[in-house]
């Protein structure tokens, strides 16, 4: 089924290991962007892309890296986890057709990190 | 970027229309009014968005106030899968805000059997 595919689903980090979470989409969205969600709390952006090779900071940039090297794939990297990093992350990935109406996300079914 | 206001919770019962508020009111010309609901344990699921016009689609309708600084989230007969938190976003479709999605608390909607 199309849509975007996000993994692990979990997983458990001592603090200053590093690690990448994967996003990919099928779709051929030209967007896409990385959430995270503390409990009881909305999303907060962290990065995100408008295309292959083109990336920018969100909200909450600190302590992450992505890059965009295919239209497919946009994968979040911890360098150095901390337990402020201790959160679900969700990647979402969109059309973008400015001036002709900008259609809704399709969200990831989430990545819950802990660390310890 | 723009804000929106929503109250914090709302309750329904089964099978009753549900009017979920959200104000905007420094909202820009070009933003978009998009709303997502994210149920538990999931992530947000998209569910209808508008510029100017009201909008149906198969999950719901979106009534946009003439003067844009306000929209409802119009769910016709309320169902328990329907019970989630609704988020009322603006997107932005020009300058730094262009595409962003910005989440605010959203509104917890109960729905009663």
């Known amino acids: 089924n199309a849509g975007v595919t996000q993994t692990p689903k979990f997983q458990v980090l001592k603090t200053g290991q590093s690690m990448t979470l994967q996003c990919a989409q099928d779709?051929?969205?030209?967007?896409m962007s990385w959430y995270r969600q503390d409990p009881g709390m909305g999303l907060r952006l962290i990065h995100y892309s408008v295309g292959a090779g083109i990336t920018d900071q969100g909200e909450v940039p600190n302590g992450y890296n992505v890059s965009r090297s295919t239209t497919e794939d946009f994968p979040l990297r911890l360098l150095s986890a901390a337990p402020s990093q201790t959160s679900v992350y969700f990647c979402?990935?969109?059309?973008?057709?400015?001036?002709?109406?900008?259609?809704?996300?399709?969200f990831g079914s989430g990545t819950r990190l802990t660390v310890v | 970027d723009a804000k929106t206001t929503q109250p914090n919770s709302m309750e329904s019962n089964e099978e009753e229309p549900v009017h979920l508020p959200c104000n905007h009111s420094t909202i820009s010309g070009t933003d978009y009014i998009h709303w997502y609901r994210q149920l538990p344990s999931q992530g947000p699921e998209y569910v209808i968005h508008?510029?100017?016009s009201n909008v149906n689609n198969r999950m719901a309708s979106l009534a946009i106030a003439e003067d844009r600084k306000s929209s409802t989230l119009i769910l016709h007969r309320a169902t328990l899968r329907d019970a989630a938190v609704y988020y009322c976003?603006?997107?932005?479709?020009?300058?730094?805000?262009?595409?962003?999605?910005?989440f605010g608390q959203g509104t917890i909607l109960t729905v009663h059997p």
């Open positions: 779709m051929n969205h030209e967007y």
């Open positions: 979402a990935s969109s059309e973008l057709r400015r001036y002709r109406g900008l259609n809704g996300y399709t």
């Open positions: 508008g510029l100017t």
């Open positions: 976003i603006l997107r932005g479709d020009a300058g730094t805000s262009y595409g962003k999605l910005t």
